[in-house]
């Protein structure tokens, strides 16, 4: 199948790129093809540069080349956590595919999707390797499209008896777990409090906004031994302690964490912390024991975009969705 017949683009709106009906198991199939082919040294992607235009938003420019699936682009995105007032989503963007061998671009596509599932199903991948295997009690805090998906994504690889989730917005909440308690056949108890939500939990993920200036809540004393703690917003939730205390500490990438703490964020934590594709291709081990206390903090990489970006493409291409445009 040629990639841009008649020199053209193929452009897939946010409904278009929805309209898939793409897995959650095969995202998270294609992650760990990616960080696997990362750990081996594999993957071109230097780390992401950032502007901020207003307060807490950001703009990034997210670069990646993966050779074993002939994938090369970048994704242009923005996070503005004042969205809501002006009925927009917090994450939008755009995701540009180019031929490997030409440079040419053969694919535009909204990338809002592409990030949720994305960043849900690195989180469940994340789990697979360092949560308990028995893990059934699952904490989301933040009431938006990250606490949704990330529940989808974990509850596809493990058994979910409880679900306990917070968000700052009592309505937040109870939205959540109606509509989430329903899509999942889940009881979904709405916690008052953080230290509730997390108290008890396996695996804890933090799903707010990245704040520049954190002002975070979570104490280590609340988290149980053997907990997986994954916060997606950074360290906006977590305090310090959690990172420093944690037996086992990892991110997705080394490189754009050192970046992220030199520009500010992280700047308790400890130097000990591990590349999680290390532990994808088993070069370090991960859980050792059940009591530990894991903390993953996933930045979100353009590898994962790079990576689920081409299944996107082609379903386009078989089910006949999209618009060709001419370059």
């Given at each position: 199948?040629m990639?841009?017949?008649?020199?053209?683009?193929?452009?897939?709106?946010?409904?278009?790129?929805?309209?898939?009906?793409?897995?959650?198991?095969?995202?998270?199939?294609?992650?760990?093809?990616?960080?696997?082919?990362?750990?081996?040294?594999?993957?071109?992607?230097?780390?992401?540069?950032?502007?901020?235009?207003?307060?807490?938003?950001?703009?990034?420019?997210?670069?990646?080349?993966?050779?074993?699936?002939?994938?090369?682009?970048?994704?242009w995105?923005?996070?503005?956590?004042?969205?809501?007032?002006?009925?927009?989503?917090y994450?939008?963007?755009?995701?540009?595919?180019?031929?490997?061998?030409?440079?040419?671009?053969?694919?535009?596509?909204?990338?809002?999707?592409?990030?949720?599932?994305?960043?849900?199903?690195?989180?469940?991948?994340?789990?697979?390797?360092?949560?308990?295997?028995?893990?059934?009690?699952?904490?989301?805090?933040?009431?938006?499209?990250?606490?949704?998906?990330?529940?989808?994504?974990?509850?596809?690889?493990?058994?979910?008896?409880?679900?306990?989730?917070?968000?700052?917005?009592?309505?937040?909440?109870?939205?959540?777990?109606?509509?989430?308690?329903?899509?999942?056949?889940?009881?979904i108890?709405?916690?008052a409090?953080?230290?509730?939500?997390?108290?008890?939990a396996?695996?804890?993920?933090?799903?707010?906004?990245?704040?520049?200036?954190?002002?975070?809540?979570?104490?280590?004393?609340?988290?149980?031994?053997?907990?997986?703690?994954?916060?997606?917003?950074?360290?906006?939730?977590?305090?310090?302690?959690?990172?420093?205390k944690?037996?086992?500490?990892?991110?997705?990438?080394?490189?754009?964490?050192?970046?992220?703490?030199?520009?500010?964020?992280?700047?308790?934590?400890?130097?000990?912390?591990?590349?999680?594709?290390?532990?994808?291709?088993g070069?370090?081990?991960?859980?050792?024991?059940?009591?530990?206390?894991?903390?993953?903090?996933?930045?979100?990489?353009?590898?994962?975009?790079?990576g689920?970006?081409?299944i996107?493409?082609?379903?386009?291409?078989?089910?006949?969705?999209?618009?060709?445009?001419?370059?």
């Amino acid at each position: 199948m040629m990639k841009n017949p008649r020199g053209q683009m193929l452009y897939l709106s946010k409904k278009d790129v929805e309209s898939l009906d793409i897995s959650t198991a095969e995202i998270i199939a294609r992650l760990e093809t990616v960080f696997a082919e990362k750990g081996h040294g594999q993957v071109e992607m230097p780390p992401k540069p950032a502007i901020h235009t207003n307060g807490d938003a950001f703009l990034h420019a997210m670069p990646a080349f993966i050779p074993k699936i002939d994938s090369a682009g970048i994704k242009w995105v923005g996070g503005y956590p004042e969205n809501y007032k002006h009925g927009l989503p917090y994450i939008t963007g755009l995701l540009v595919l180019n031929d490997t061998k030409t440079g040419v671009p053969y694919a535009l596509m909204d990338c809002t999707w592409i990030t949720a599932i994305r960043t849900a199903a690195a989180t469940a991948l994340t789990a697979r390797y360092l949560a308990r295997k028995d893990s059934s009690e699952l904490a989301i805090l933040g009431c938006g499209v990250q606490g949704r998906y990330n529940l989808q994504a974990l509850s596809t690889l493990f058994k979910i008896a409880r679900v306990s989730v917070y968000d700052i917005s009592t309505e937040a909440s109870h939205r959540y777990a109606r509509e989430m308690g329903r899509l999942l056949d889940f009881d979904i108890e709405i916690a008052a409090s953080p230290r509730q939500a997390v108290s008890g939990a396996d695996i804890i993920v933090t799903a707010g906004p990245f704040l520049r200036k954190p002002k975070p809540v979570i104490e280590f004393a609340w988290i149980r031994k053997g907990a997986l703690v994954c916060p997606l917003d950074l360290d906006s939730y977590l305090k310090p302690e959690v990172f420093i205390k944690s037996d086992f500490l990892t991110t997705d990438d080394l490189e754009q964490f050192k970046q992220f703490k030199k520009s500010g964020l992280f700047e308790n934590c400890p130097e000990n912390i591990v590349d999680f594709s290390d532990v994808v291709i088993g070069k370090i081990e991960g859980r050792k024991t059940p009591d530990e206390v894991i903390t993953a903090i996933n930045i979100g990489l353009a590898l994962e975009d790079m990576g689920v970006a081409p299944i996107v493409y082609e379903r386009a291409r078989q089910m006949e969705v999209g618009l060709w445009l001419d370059l």
